[in-house]
Nanobody
Framework: QVQLVESGGDSVQAGGSLRLSCTASGLSFDDYAMGWFRQAPGKEREAMSCINWSGDRTYYADSVKGRFTISRDNAKNTLFLQMHSLKPEDTAMYYC??????????????????????WGQGTQVTVSS
């Protein structure tokens, strides 16, 4: 039973910061590439950032590059997303996802649609102006 649980979502003013966490269970964490996605009402789900099994390779979408940082702590089975300079357009449900690294690397996880992903339930981020 694979389970991904996000936490850290909150309501924050524009320009503020948040740190999201995703804890994984039911899988061998360092066998998986991990990623962060978001979905705002009426919009499609968007990949923001992904990271390989060891944490030494990353991918960032243009919309968050330079503002967000992805990292992982394999000893604690935890994925992080540090977000700075938040904007109202960052308001969305934020989801973490996992892909078996022997099938799909971090780039595939963030850019391809035909990837077998495990999903968390999401955590809400609201940025007010």
């Amino acid at each position: 039973q694979v389970q991904l649980v996000e936490s850290g979502g909150d309501s924050v003013q524009a320009g503020g910061s948040l740190r999201l966490s995703c804890t994984a269970s039911g899988l061998s964490f360092d066998d998986y590439a991990m990623g962060w996605f978001r979905q705002a009402p009426g919009k499609e789900r968007e990949a923001m950032s992904c990271i390989n099994w060891s944490g030494d390779r990353t991918y960032y979408a243009d919309s968050v590059k330079g503002r967000f940082t992805i990292s992982r702590d394999n000893a604690k089975n935890t994925l992080f997303l540090q977000m700075h300079s938040l904007k109202p357009e960052d308001t969305a449900m934020y989801y973490c996802a996992a892909a078996f690294s022997r099938y799909d690397n971090e780039y595939a996880l963030c850019t391809r649609r035909d990837v077998r992903r495990h999903w968390g339930q999401g955590t809400q981020v609201t940025v007010s102006s």
